[in-house]
């Protein structure tokens, strides 16, 4: 309680200092390909031992040393503002697509187009279409290449669907609502479907489901009828009280109890099921986004990026090439369950003959990203504040909506 | 340190106390007359220093920083800063969530300051009754919340009140309450929230106005009883007149504390359900940790100083006309 408003300032006030040093130093560094032994060092996200054990292959294969770094998810804005004031980073990190925005306007990522034709692992030609190289990069630049993927899903418990008199998962919106409407009659406290209250990227599927698009002249906008399409459609759950209100409501766990019977995640979800409750094995599955006028879901997933100011941009495209072989791709998919991004591994037997692995495949054909511009954490916290305050507090929609817009407007001019 | 007026006594002097006097002589002379009053000077130096580079000098490039656009691409290229005015300011009060995070943080400090003055005032005079071990024990008891780590407090809050498998529900629910929604109802969640920094906050105020209590000297107690005090009385009467700088000094604490309000939201319901318990200094956190616009961050900060600068003053300025 009594040290947050000193922080502030200080933080605000060491950054700024920070920066004026940091402005003083800093030498562009030649990469010399095959001479480079490193050490590099690499910053991924919330767990260093998968990858850990990933570059001890690396190595043998190289020669060049690793030192792995995690950073949590929640710190990494943090972790980037000191690096970018400071001009200390590591060679190689792991970048989340939804925060690539913001590792590109802090200039944090080295252009690596002079490269690309050197190094099969930059070519844009390898990865899936949704991260083609002009979706992910400011025109004429590679500032990162794609690693892994990660898509949106229906999750649905098959047992609790047919019991309901429910033979197959729903396909359409209004299959959708209707067996969700099915399921939270079976009582108390058991819902149809669960909506995550922090997940902006939800509204961003249903528009793109209902046809429509954010993007309008390189800005946002929620001022379309899809838009309101998909308002209506997530404000319908909530109106026919299929979904708990409950912000602390826990994902896996209401999917475990039966509580929230159809959930929309990622297959991270699924090795949270198979790891808490192996019992329920064979009572769940996983099918493509039930469907308005497309299914499209949400392409997410994590690129990996060169630090600017690296010393070792050599070693480190050597990594990038390794990173994006099948094998390598394939590997990672068996300790984390992250699905590849390279073609060819998505198109290896091991993942296709998985059934479930099939569906993810099948949906990653058809997702995008969201939208790539500095302010869409604002934009979309704003997007989210609107949809949940009509929701929980009952404010009123027309309006509420209508001040949407004239924020989004003031946001990006 | 004038120097000593020469006699016989000089002669005694050995060759240590020679050079002392040297020493002071010297002294003497950089320093004339007003050594004695740089001396006070000199031993806060490093305080003050500390004071001036980390909080004043701070608040002054804030508010230097408050007038630009800087943000994440200004911090790794200084020629993408530039001088934009008030704008933030403007583009502030403009802001809904601004006034939203204004009000709840009255609306914590109007719960909040109160509840914790006289309840912990309460809980002391009650403490004070007895030396015995059971109320030596409780002093300790009421102590640990303040020196839990904020991490371990949430976790455990953050179980307690959870609505799909929290104790506080499943209590309720053997004596057939239904459901409280703790953090995830806007207006109970400020209660949830402020309740937790309540519990946290007292430990502190608690030990403050314990110390003040022993210094009251059981003559006065004495005195009263053969005037044939009752209990109440002595409470009110005595113990609460001489503790006036005691809750004077706690209340102007606890004040400024809970206008800065940081802590319970930010662990327990990161300001949410949708802004229902964002505080100034949350609000301030986001802007300038999430969105990295340290520029409007600076602003909005600049604005809660503003604020909390001139509750303080007034409350020294009431505080002397009180004491005449």
New interface residues.
């Given amino acids: 309680m009594n040290r947050a408003f000193g922080k502030h300032i200080t933080a605000t006030a060491l950054i700024a200092v920070a920066f004026w040093t940091a402005a003083c130093g800093g030498s562009t560094p030649t990469p010399s390909a095959n001479t480079d032994k490193g050490p590099i060092q690499v910053w991924t996200m919330e767990d260093s031992t998968s990858f850990t054990a990933l570059m001890q292959d690396f190595t043998r294969q190289t020669g060049i040393p690793v030192q792995v770094e995690a950073v949590p998810w929640s710190n990494v804005n943090d972790k980037l503002t000191t690096a970018v004031a400071s001009g200390n980073g590591p060679d190689l990190m792991q970048v989340g697509l939804s925060l690539l925005p913001s590792f590109e306007s802090a200039g944090a990522l080295l252009d690596l187009s002079p490269y690309v034709k050197d190094h099969p692992g930059l070519q844009s030609s390898s990865y899936v279409g949704a991260v083609a190289a002009d979706k992910i990069n400011p025109s004429g630049k590679v500032l990162s290449v794609p690693w892994v993927s990660d898509v949106r899903v229906l999750f649905y418990r098959t047992d609790i669907l047919n019991a309901a008199g429910i033979s197959s998962p729903p396909t359409t919106w209004t299959q959708f609502h209707d067996d969700a409407a099915k399921l939270a009659q079976r009582g108390k406290g058991k819902y149809g479907y669960y909506i995550p209250q922090w997940d902006s990227a939800l509204p961003v599927e249903f528009t793109w489901e209902a046809g429509g698009n954010l993007m309008q002249n390189g800005k946002v906008t929620f001022d379309t009828p899809q838009f309101k399409a998909a308002a209506d459609f997530y404000i319908s759950f909530y109106k026919d009280k299929l979904v708990p209100t409950a912000s602390d409501f826990d994902q896996t766990q209401g999917f475990i109890s039966g509580s929230a019977p159809m959930i929309i995640s990622g297959p991270y979800l699924a090795a949270g099921i198979k790891s808490t409750a192996p019992q329920l094995d064979g009572k769940w599955n996983v099918a493509v986004l039930p469907k308005d006028q497309a299914g499209t879901s949400l392409f997410a997933g994590s690129n990996m990026g060169v630090w600017a100011k690296s010393k070792h941009v050599g070693a480190s495209l050597r990594l990038l090439d390794y990173l994006a072989q099948t094998n390598a791709q394939l590997n990672w998919f068996k300790s984390t369950n992250e699905l590849p991004t390279a073609k060819a591994a998505l198109a290896d037997s091991t993942l296709t003959s998985d059934p479930m692995v099939k569906i993810y495949t099948n949906q990653l054909q058809d997702a995008q990203l969201l939208p790539l511009v500095p302010k869409w954490d604002k934009i979309s916290q704003a997007m989210l504040d609107s949809l949940n305050s009509i929701v929980l507090k009952g404010s009123d929609e027309a309006t509420t909506l209508a001040s949407l817009n004239a924020t989004v407007a003031s946001l990006q001019s | 340190m004038p120097a000593p007026a020469r006699t016989n006594r000089e002669a005694l002097m050995t060759a240590s106390a020679a050079q002392h006097e040297a020493a002071a002589r010297r002294v003497a002379l950089r320093v004339p007359w007003r050594s004695s009053t740089l001396v006070p000077y000199v031993l806060i130096s490093p305080a003050l220093l500390c004071l001036l580079t980390?909080?004043v000098?701070?608040?002054f490039?804030?508010a230097?920083?408050s007038l630009t656009n800087?943000?994440?691409?200004?911090?790794?290229?200084?020629t993408q800063v530039h001088f934009i005015g008030l704008h933030n300011y403007q583009?502030m009060f403009?802001d809904?969530?601004f006034w939203e995070a204004l009000g709840n943080t009255a609306f914590f400090v109007t719960v909040g300051v109160p509840t914790l003055v006289i309840g912990s005032l309460a809980i002391a005079i009650a403490l004070n009754f007895s030396r015995s071990r059971f109320f030596r024990a409780l002093k300790a008891f009421y102590f640990v919340p303040a020196i839990t780590a904020i991490v371990a407090i949430s976790l455990i809050w953050?179980n307690l009140?959870?609505?799909?498998?929290g104790l506080l529900n499943w209590l309720l629910s053997l004596v057939g309450i239904a459901p409280v929604?703790w953090?995830?109802d806007?207006t109970i969640a400020k209660l949830s929230v402020a309740l937790v920094?309540i519990w946290?906050?007292s430990g502190l105020d608690i030990i403050i106005f314990l110390a003040a209590l022993q210094a009251i000297p059981p003559e006065y107690y004495e005195a009263a009883a053969v005037d044939g005090a009752g209990e109440w009385q002595k409470i009110f009467r005595i113990t609460v007149p001489l503790m006036r700088f005691a809750i004077f000094f706690v209340t102007v604490t606890t004040l400024?504390?809970?206008m800065?309000?940081?802590?319970?939201p930010y662990v327990l319901?990161q300001g949410?359900?949708?802004?229902a318990t964002t505080s100034m200094?949350?609000y301030?956190?986001q802007q300038?940790?999430?969105?990295?616009e340290?520029g409007f961050?600076?602003a909005a900060?600049i604005v809660?100083?503003a604020i909390?600068a001139a509750v303080t003053v007034i409350q020294l300025r009431a505080r002397q006309d009180v004491d005449g």
């Fill in positions: 980390f909080s000098l701070s608040i490039v804030a230097a920083v800087l943000d994440i691409s200004g911090l790794a290229d200084y583009a403009g809904p969530a953050g009140y959870n609505s799909q498998f929604q953090l995830t806007p920094a946290r906050g400024i504390n809970w800065q309000f940081f802590d319970e319901t949410g359900p949708v802004h200094s949350l301030i956190y300038g940790f999430r969105y990295n340290f961050a600076s900060s809660l100083f909390i």
